[in-house]
Nanobody, 116 residues
Framework: QVQLVESGGGLVQAGGSLRLSCVAS????????MGWYRQAPGKEREFVAR????????YYSDSVKGRFSISRDNAKNAVNLQMNSLKPEDTAIYYC?????????WGQGTQVTVSS
């Protein structure tokens, strides 16, 4: 079982930045692919970014490419999402995701609100 705890959400003006963090329990964090997803009110959860177990490969949705950056620190069991040039349409609950290959785990989410 993997437990994920997100932090770093909040209220920011358009054009601003936020850094989300997710800390995972478990001894095998370094073997998991990690990702961030988000869900806006009235919409389905959507993919934001993903990083391979080694950190060598990253993937982004078209809507955040060039503005968001995902990174991980396996020594700290942490994955981060640096969000720059935020837009009102980035407003959502952001969820951390761990993919062990045999199971997927989710955090409780952290609210990000971008005002215009």
């Amino acid at each position: 079982q993997v437990q994920l705890v997100e932090s770093g959400g909040g209220l920011v003006q358009a054009g601003g930045s936020l850094r989300l963090s997710c800390v995972a329990s478990g001894r095998t964090f370094s073997t998991y692919g990690m990702g961030w997803y988000r869900q806006a009110p009235g919409k389905e959860r959507e993919f934001v970014a993903r990083i391979s177990w080694s950190g060598g490969n990253t993937y982004y949705s078209d809507s955040v490419k060039g503005r968001f950056s995902i990174s991980r620190d396996n020594a700290k069991n942490a994955v981060n999402l640096q969000m720059n040039s935020l837009k009102p349409e980035d407003t959502a609950i952001y969820y951390c995701n761990a993919d062990s290959g045999t199971g997927r785990y989710w955090g409780q989410g952290t609210q990000v609100t971008v005002s215009s």
